[in-house]
């Protein structure tokens, strides 16, 4: 029997806890008794996202929220801005291109944190400009964009929507909505939240939907107006994932009970354990600057395939990673420490790189990485 271990960016391991309270029996969405979940996963959601602005739930993936961003807030040939640092960048101006909209890409090199400045350089550049689109955490490359610090920047620009993919930040980074200027974020179920795939959240600014009432898009579905009339009625628009939003509110009130400031250490504190072990082990992280708290991509060996990693630590040690995408396939693979995740899910995923290396031809000294994670954890008091 090969036992399993979920260390990949998404899904993510989900507790006992939520486990059992999305087991108990399926009770109708319209119903009563669906009321006070919904109502309390919803406030408690403002709580995460650290705003005063509704979270509405959506029954769909993250990019689902990432689509209802750009369809109820634009019309066609409005001028966009999308910081394009990895896939999921991409995403972004894929999505806007669909609905017509004109997109203005800032490239940045992959492995690298956009400049606050070069965004300001490109709406100065282009006034009419409606909106900025970008990653706080750039899952195929590691990186953390500096949301706080675009933040400053788009407060000069009050005509402007800032819309944030959080989908595997949040938890995992402190992401002050308001307090930043937000006027979109998105996130998911099944990273930082520690539920199975299935449900995606946007905080919505007032500015926001403001904006919205001039826009004719195409939409059906992911119709925000009628989602925030509902909401206020502890109610959604379609038949929602009930199963999952009793498991939301199960996953808030454990991350409540562990508070804020607790849960963005514990991420911090794993993520750094983890560069560490990988530079004890010889190798090197991928990103060049600003590595996220949500996932680490390490750079393979020279000579050794990066997929053959991620491949082998599947197979062999159990272990589900992720491996390169795009132009960084073969080249990197990467682990996360996201959502239920603690001291020993560091040591097994650098035990398991460890002696999946050695099975390769790579000379590692074995318990080198391990132990710099130990040294680490055990000064900071691992959890």
Not at 24 to 50: C, G, T
Not at 324 to 348: E, N, S, W
């Amino acid at each position: 029997m090969l036992k399993r271990y979920l260390l990949a960016p998404g899904p993510t391991p989900v507790p006992p806890e939520i486990l059992l309270r999305m087991a108990m029996p399926v009770i109708h969405h319209r119903a009563p008794d669906f009321i006070p979940i919904f109502e309390s996963a919803r406030n408690r959601l403002k709580w995460l996202y650290q705003t005063n602005n509704d979270v509405l739930i959506l029954t769909s993936s993250g990019t689902g929220a990432m689509v209802a961003s750009v369809n109820n807030f634009f019309n066609a040939g409005e001028h966009a801005l999308v910081v394009n640092g990895g896939k999921f960048g991409e995403r972004w101006t894929k999505i806007c291109r669909s609905y017509g909209l004109e997109v203005n890409e800032l490239a940045v090199e992959w492995g690298h944190a956009v400049r606050p400045e070069a965004i300001e350089a490109e709406l100065k550049k282009d006034p009419a400009i409606k909106a900025v689109f970008i990653q706080a955490v750039e899952t195929s490359t590691g990186v953390y964009h500096d949301i706080e610090a675009v933040g400053e920047v788009m407060k000069k620009h009050k005509d402007v929507l800032f819309i944030v993919d959080a989908i595997s930040a949040l938890v995992a980074q402190d992401l002050k909505t308001d307090a930043w200027g937000v006027d979109l974020m998105v996130g998911g179920s099944q990273k930082g939240l520690m539920l199975p795939p299935g449900l995606a959240f946007l905080s919505v600014s007032e500015k926001a939907w403001k904006k919205a009432e001039g826009s004719k898009l195409p939409r059906f579905y992911f119709n925000l107006k009628k989602e925030r009339e509902g909401l206020h009625k502890n109610q959604t628009s379609f038949t929602p994932a009930v199963s999952l939003i009793a498991g939301l509110d199960e996953a808030l009130l454990m991350l409540e009970k562990e508070g804020l400031a607790s849960v963005f250490a514990r991420h911090a504190r794993l993520a750094e354990a983890t560069r560490q072990a990988v530079k004890a082990i010889g190798l090197n992280t991928f990103p060049a600057e600003s590595p996220s708290n949500s996932v680490t991509a390490i750079l393979a060996p020279e000579g050794i395939d990066g997929q053959a990693i991620y491949k082998t630590l599947r197979e062999k040690y159990g272990v589900t990673a992720a491996g390169g995408q795009d132009k960084l396939k073969g080249k990197v693979f990467r682990i996360a420490h996201l959502g239920y995740a603690g001291t020993f899910d560091v040591i097994t995923a650098v035990s398991a790189i460890e002696m999946t290396l050695r099975s390769m031809g790579y000379p590692v000294k074995l318990g080198s990485g391990v132990g710099a994670a130990e040294e680490l954890l055990i000064e900071k008091r691992a959890s």
